[in-house]
């Protein structure tokens, strides 16, 4: 059974910083495109920042770019997001999530068939 | 960045109801669409990937149809556990944005 399964959210001041894990099971880690993605209260999903299978390659949003770092760990099968300098807008629910490759004759799609629970990142002093 | 829209933003409905939901990208997409559902407190499902295919284990009433611009989300018959926020998300581009949400209320 495949599993996503977030830690580290809490409570942070404006400034300061946090590492999120999202410790994965089931599947072959080093296979898949990895992504973190955010929710703010009411609101709906905001992408944040993705990695390769291998580590080779990141993304991240321009909201987000030199502040947060995503990694993995392939060895460990656990993804992590170092965040820094954080503002009250960063404040939200952040949801890792397996991104998987569906190919037909044509063309090859992707979308997030798993998702993690969520872990509550708080910006506050 | 690709934008999404819905509409509607949100929709009130009955059980037994067939409910459409649209989704329109600010360029063609061709049909690099995905479904999601959202329950409250709980992550996004998908329920519809590459515009038109039905995510294994969800219900054949929901559908979806579409390419280039303008995307469907077609739910048959509304049951119980249907009512939700609906997003749709494109993965043409990075980032793969979503859209505001439609949210389904019981009448």
């Known amino acids: 059974e495949v599993q996503l399964v977030e830690s580290g959210g809490g409570l942070v001041q404006p400034g300061g910083s946090l590492r999120l894990s999202c410790v994965a099971s089931g599947f072959t880690f080093s296979g898949y495109n990895m992504h973190w993605v955010r929710q703010a209260p009411g609101k709906g999903p905001k992408y944040v920042s993705a990695i390769a299978g291998d580590g080779g390659s990141t993304y991240y949003a321009n909201s987000v770019k030199g502040r947060f770092t995503i990694s993995r760990d392939n060895s460990k099968n656990t993804l992590y997001l170092q965040m820094g300098s954080l503002r009250a807008e960063d404040m939200a629910v952040y949801f890792c999530a397996r991104e998987r490759e569906y190919c037909d004759s044509t063309k090859c799609y992707l979308y997030f068939d798993y998702w993690g629970q969520g872990t509550l990142v708080t910006v506050s002093s | 960045d690709i934008q999404l829209t819905q509409s509607p933003s949100s929709l009130s409905a009955s059980v037994g109801d067939r409910v459409t939901i649209t989704c329109r990208a600010s360029?063609?997409?061709?049909?690099?669409l995905n479904w999601y559902q959202q329950k409250p407190g709980k992550a996004p499902d998908v329920l519809i990937y590459?515009?038109?295919n039905l995510q294994s284990g969800v219900p054949s009433r929901f559908s979806g149809s579409g390419s280039g611009t303008d995307f469907t989300l077609t739910i048959s018959s509304l049951q119980p556990e249907d009512f939700a926020t609906y997003y749709c998300q494109q993965s043409y581009s990075t980032p793969r944005t979503f859209g505001p949400g439609t949210k389904l209320e019981i009448k």
């Open positions: 590459a515009a038109s």
């Open positions: 360029q063609s997409i061709s049909t690099y």
